[in-house]
């Protein structure tokens, strides 16, 4: 494969922060787009309501890697993909799709992208987003309350029973993965301007 573009991890727990440092970025490059971990889900179309809000979506086993290691090769080659919908209030995917064009930088986020060996050796960079639990958790709960129409009793038995557990599990071993570890709860331009220093970095050494 000859990868026109570079991809680019962000990892880290629920609420770190990656959606909004990820959002500085693409701000900061003119040329940088961003996939979501999140977006593909495995369809669970198949099952009722209730038996979907069962499945434990913080498990690594409950996303399509397949899809998404095809899609982000499509990217780093040039090509532009349709990328799934999620609907977290449904819990199942929708029947449009985002399309997401290529570009020189490709930022992929999520809570276990560098879980997946297939997909980490795509990456030109993997950040890992270090956020205390306490802080994490009072963003995902406001998060989920108000955009995802969860009531706070539903998001704090989800968070104990299966969030937690599943980032002890899985989630904090992965920054022996990164390449760099910023901090999610300091000031946000500071880090920000951290990964900014080393992408381009590593671009003029690839150069």
Do not use: W
């Not at 397949?66 to 780093?76: D, E, F, N």
């Amino acid at each position: 494969m000859i990868m026109k573009n570079h991809l680019i991890g962000i990892c880290g727990g629920t609420a770190a922060g990656k959606t909004t440092i990820v959002s500085k970025l693409i701000e900061h490059y003119s040329s940088a787009s961003t996939i979501q971990l999140d977006s593909y889900y495995k369809d669970f179309s198949n099952l009722s309501f209730e038996a979907r809000k069962s499945i434990n979506f913080d498990h690594p086993d409950s996303f399509d890697t397949k899809i998404l290691k095809k899609h982000l090769r499509l990217l780093l080659e040039g090509t532009k993909i349709e990328s799934p919908r999620y609907n977290y209030k449904k819990h199942c995917r929708e029947s449009i799709f985002n399309i997401i064009y290529p570009n020189k930088l490709i930022f992929l986020e999520g809570t276990l992208i560098f879980f997946y060996a297939e997909i980490t050796k795509l990456m030109m960079l993997k950040i890992f987003i270090e956020t205390p639990e306490d802080i994490r958790f009072k963003r995902r709960l406001k998060r989920d309350v108000k955009k995802r129409g969860r009531l706070p009793i539903e998001v704090r038995k989800q968070y104990n029973e299966s969030v937690k557990p599943m980032h002890m599990q899985y989630i904090e071993p992965l920054k022996s993965v990164a390449d760099i570890i910023i901090s999610g709860s300091s000031e946000i331009d500071a880090s920000v301007e951290k990964i900014i220093k080393k992408i381009n970095s590593i671009k003029i050494k690839k150069l």
